[in-house]
């Protein structure tokens, strides 16, 4: 039972829920992940495996996206001539020849990392075979896939052959990528090559697939061009086999020729066991689980959504590569193309910054390596210092598309967040200062850190606007995407203020701690006197829209014009209130997709404004708010906890909670909603659990636990020790 | 949250699961239940009110069955001329004039008895409505059904039209029963009176649509022959309106005049308001669920299955109602055609006679009442006594089909239970005197409960067969009705001599305690010394087979000379083994559908036999048994957690959880499993808790909760007072 909430299951099999589980059951280890797609394939089925950094951009596509890797899951099996499937019962083109299967269950281990599958198959002659699969990504050795498989003759003494492969033939979502692409059969193995068409990057996969015992001899040949490692044998009933198919990956990114990198990788598991591969793999897992996991006593639906969500930001962020990061759907699905919003310093770095600030510093890094394309980016539009494009991938470049898909009339959207959601520049910053307060890594912040928030500072300074006696920003879109390009954002103008007094204060902690860097950083980002009181004009006079009657902050000046609707009175919708009212009408009203100054308190707290106020916002800004983002209900629940509204504060996260589990937004096939994951753990431990770092400079929590809790417990690095905290509810 | 824990919730609409949720969210009172069909209808629904007692034989059908009443459900809605209905994202058929449903959740309130529906719905004209639909069947009145529709302009100013019916055009699954149909509108209301074709037994139902302010009209007419109340309205936007539809029911069994009753009643509830009607309902509620009750901590998966499976039971209880009895598939839905078997007595009952003895009374009374029809099988049969239908209506007699439906091969099965599964008498008598010990209700048992233990043990006296120096029985069947026709069932045997010894107690405890009743039922009964003393005899010299070498039972001389098949190697399987081998096939395997040996212990725990003896059978038969009877898991739980088996009693208890909500059969669209849903109280209380009744005539626990579960609390009725148990798990 306890095991149960460590344990996504799938029972029977639900070929309606495919895309969905696809992405539920996805494995990886950081370096690639591959979705819960059947080793014999399914007609529907996304298979994919993308492998981080690789990106390329298609012929007449609008922008570059992650690549489709070649896909190392493939075995083939027939039992008595019947090709092993698994069967849509509700098929009625189905006959006797294809089998049928009477038994099916799968489960993925989320705190080993492990995909097991268990099948019975009847084949048309009778026989019954019970087909056991097992799939890991190590997380000892990055480069190697490992899967298991063991056949018992439940009923009968069937013929069984396997063919084992790599398929190369693969997309995304039916545009290719992949050129120069070679397969060859060696004496013991099998091998892909591959670049990417226009970006260049080289893959590579070998594979082997050994019996582990003497039953079955595994011959490696080329069939139609297709090589692949083929078997075939008797069992006998009650008799059981089983096979080890090992894949290692190596892309140009990690040495100059992938192919013999990878084919080496095999040669050192020459002599490997499942039980050697997968021992290590767990151990590492459990290493990471100590300080990512949270238990809860007295809510088991929460208690393993919160594992859910966790388990797919640590396969999804780079363990041994600080030159890449974790795009919006993770590495799960083709959703937003693989690229990196504001999502991954927002959302999902804090749990990895409190619990894994190696890994999260990996993530701060790839921000680093991409200052020329921040720099490139202001200074096309005119600005100065550095500022972050919208979507983020392999060369630091803004690839935000222009234009939406084409909508069902032919038409096509003009998307503007490149252009205009500029606050993603602060967000950077603020997830940059907030590993380094909680990590204590000094190292960091003066080395690349620091560069980070003081140039994106520069930009700011050279951003704001002169108008009316005081400082405005034009054209921006903050949080809220229903209302684009509005002017004085009350969120980027506030946290723009914000940035530029932590750029102060941080120039003035280098010149105490950290001189040479200080003046290092003032040479090189032309920090002059004059641009350091600027920045102190723009903080005080930056206009922030405020209502002094109503006492509250104002989204941006002109929301209260449009048009009003109470957003409560569209419950139960299963869709947002956007999709209901249709785009063309909901961007003329006061539907908010995620409160922009919601997210404002999430990140600022008291800081903010008084308690009053706060109270006086969310009241406003709650009951417009659609949370049309997979971003909004978790914050929303953090900020709902610190203003005391318990009930709706669970109520909000279990909404996040269930946003993959249950897809309640029915677009999980896309992949893993990373930002929402990397929400909940913030909402549960901002929010229920008030963790903040005191004035003393200490960390403490201000619990705020749901009434029907018991208990909650957790460990996180504060400072470079771990912290352990337990919460229990006095009801 | 606490609250999810008395709910059942689908959102959004999973017209997948239609059929499935229509069973789950039946609604009743005892009297009739109804399941969640919808008030619109929805192609593939299969809608019924079963109402107790009211069974008929249709021409041509191998057995009468409980009829489907009229449909008292019909709202039908339209919102500026589109027909509001729900819709199946997936049919790609819809268009813009079928509007669509862009907001659902239904709930059922476990703890109120209240199926509660909120639809947010755009017409084709633009306008969002959100209707709330909630329905009942009145605990308080269990004439009286009780729906409310409230209808908010969410957005635009929509024309509204409401159809409300009675729909009289009903079948059970295309078999017509109704004759006689006539359809009337009144001043203030519709009815509809009909007469059972072959049965004669009358129905009349009486509604009602009022509007609770005065913004609509409601007009009662006839068109097209069929009667409804219509009313068209306007609402502007943020206006709501609530109707209330109020029909009453009545059958030939409640009086003369149906009809006449049924617009009573609605005349008594002329002024009645939703509160009025709902507050007593909620009120009786909670008295039942005072004692119906079984509170988990720690486990919240079967806390949920615990109150979804009592409020299963309780809506099937007849509370008023003596003379009719729960039905295989209770009242929710077409399975086994309303018939009873010996589910009632051995699984349903026993939470009711520790729970709710009155309505465990009813049901006993039941079969009281059908002596004459078990006395007819008896004599038919060439036997003395009374000898039960293996599955029993109105009429008392034997209708368990004598072919099963046609296979696909166009071939039919025998059907053999109604010949042969004689235990139902030992099952009932068993039933009685649980009841007895439990309530101490020693007038039930000398008027009536007597009188079947002790007729029926007359009937196993004149059924015993002596050969071979023993008493045998041949051609039985018990559980285990995979192994049909057996010579010398172990179950059916064992229970014989544990029935006639129960007989020879308890004649001796009427002779002590009510001399004048042993008197009566012994001239009446025949009961003579002869026929004592040959009960005694059977008792001392009948065969139990039993394997001295093992040490264990013998479910029938030869079982083990079937082929053998290891049962747990064909897991995960999704369907019974007997499913997956086929009928001819495993018919002559040990394949056990449920273990004769294991339901006895459950039955006769240590009585039976020493620990290791228990032990051993249950290491023979458990691996043997496919659990191909939904009756099967529970029990076993309940053995298992007994022989201090935690690990798998607690799996068996999960499967015997999950088989209505998860719908792990494949079967519940044809109603609730009354038997499971007994059963799982039982391994609760009887297996995890321990109850039982000690040697000095107490009642204790002897706890063996799962280890992760932290408390269980109940109350039940002990010789009429209330007893609570509270067991806190140390771990």
Redesign the interface.
């Known amino acids: ?2 095991q149960k909430l460590w344990q996504i299951e799938e ?3 639900h070929p ?1 829920r495919l895309n969905h589980y696809e992405t539920l059951f996805t494995i990886g280890n950081g370096y690639l992940a591959t979705r819960g797609s059947f080793e014999e394939a399914y007609k529907g089925g996304i298979s994919t495996t993308m492998v981080h950094g690789i990106f390329d951009h298609a012929e007449g596509a609008l922008v570059p996206e992650l690549v489709n890797a070649p896909n190392w899951l493939p075995i083939n099996i027939t039992i008595d001539g019947t090709p092993f499937q698994l069967i849509n019962q509700n098929d009625s083109t189905l006959k006797p020849k294809n089998g049928a ?5 799968r489960i993925l281990m989320l705190d080993k990392g492990i995909l097991r599958r ?3 198959f ?1 084949a048309e002659s009778g026989s ?1 075979v ?1 087909l056991v699969f097992e799939r890991f990504a190590s997380l000892h050795d990055e480069h190697l896939m490992v899967q298991r498989l063991e056949i ?1 003759a ?2 009968g003494n069937p013929q069984i052959e396997i063919k084992s492969s790599i398929d190369s033939d693969v997309s995304n979502v039916g545009i290719k990528h992949w050129g120069d692409i070679q397969a060859e059969a060696g004496s013991s193995y099998t091998s892909v090559s591959a670049k990417t068409i226009q970006s260049g990057y080289g893959i590579a996969m070998a594979s082997t697939l050994r019996a582990t015992s003497n039953k079955a001899n595994v011959e490696f040949t080329t069939r139609n061009g297709q090589p692949s490692a083929n078997t075939h044998f008797q069992l006998q009933q ?1 008799d059981s086999i089983e096979f080890l198919k090992l894949t290692s990956v190596y892309t140009s990114r990690d040495g100059d020729n992938p192919l013999q990198s990878a084919v080496a990788k095999l040669g050192e598991a020459a002599s490997a066991t499942y039980e050697s591969l997968v021992t290590p793999h767990i151990n590492e897992w459990a290493t990471y689980w100590k300080t990512s996991d949270v238990q809860i006593e007295g ?3 929460s208690q393993l959504a919160v594992r859910f969500t966790q388990y797919h930001i640590l396969i999804a962020a780079p363990r041994h590569d600080d030159d890449v990061s974790i795009g919006a759907k993770t590495l799960s699905g083709t959703g937003y193309k693989g690229h990196v919003f504001w999502d991954t310093e927002l959302f999902i770095l804090p749990p990895l910054s409190l619990g894994q600030p190696k890994l999260a510093r990996n993530l701060l890094m790839y921000r680093y390596h991409r200052l020329a394309g921040a720099r490139n980016k202001a200074k096309a539009n005119g600005y100065e210092g550095a500022m972050y494009p919208w979507e983020s991938t392999d060369t630091g470049e803004e690839t935000t598309p222009s234009w939406g898909d084409p909508q069902p009339d032919g038409s096509r959207i003009r998307i503007w967040t490149g252009d205009s959601e500029q606050h993603i520049s602060t967000d950077i910053a603020y997830g940059i200062l907030q590993y380094w307060r909680y990590s204590g890594d000094n190292n960091f912040l003066q080395q690349y850190g620091a560069e980070i928030v003081l140039d994106t500072a520069v930009f700011w300074g050279s951003r704001v606007e002169w108008k009316n006696e005081r400082y405005e920003l034009s054209q921006q879109i903050g949080p809220d995407e229903y209302h684009e390009n509005i002017d004085n954002s009350v969120f980027t103008n506030r946290m723009t203020v914000w940035h530029l007094e932590q750029a102060l204060a941080l120039l003035e902690w280098l010149k105490t701690n950290a001189p040479a860097d200080a003046e290092r950083l003032t040479t090189q980002l032309d920090l002059t006197p004059k641009r350091l009181d600027h920045w102190r004009d723009v903080i005080a006079k930056m206009y922030i829209p405020f209502d002094e009657d109503k006492q509250i902050h104002v989204q941006f000046p002109g929301f209260f014009d449009l048009e009003y ?2 957003v409560p ?7 947002s209130v956007q ?3 249709g785009h063309h009408r909901s961007i003329q009203t006061q539907v908010i997709k995620q409160a922009d100054v919601v997210m404002m308190t999430a990140l600022l707290g008291d800081e903010l404004a008084s308690k009053d106020v706060l109270m006086n916002n969310w009241n406003t800004y709650y009951p417009r708010t659609d949370h049309g983002s997979s971003l909004s209900p978790a914050i929303h629940a953090w900020v709902a906890a610190r203003l005391g509204l318990d009930d709706l504060a ?1 109520y909000l996260f279990e909404h996040a909670a269930e946003i993959d589990l249950k897809d ?1 937004k029915g677009n999980v096939k896309d992949g893993i909603h990373g930002a929402a994951s990397g929400g909940l753990w913030q909402a549960l431990v901002f929010g229920f659990c008030g963790l903040h770092i005191t004035p003393d400079g200490n960390v403490a929590v201000a619990p705020r636990l ?3 809790w018991k208990q909650v417990s957790f460990t996180i690095y504060f400072k470079g020790k771990e912290q352990e905290f337990t919460i229990t509810n006095t009801p």
């Open positions: 039972m306890t029972f029977p099999f309606e299967v009477v038994g099916y269950r268990e099948v019975l009847r019954i019970r018992t439940v009923d009650e809510d088991e639906g609707i109470p009175h569209y419950e139960p919708r299963t869709m999709a209901i009212l669970y309640n749901p009434k029907h």
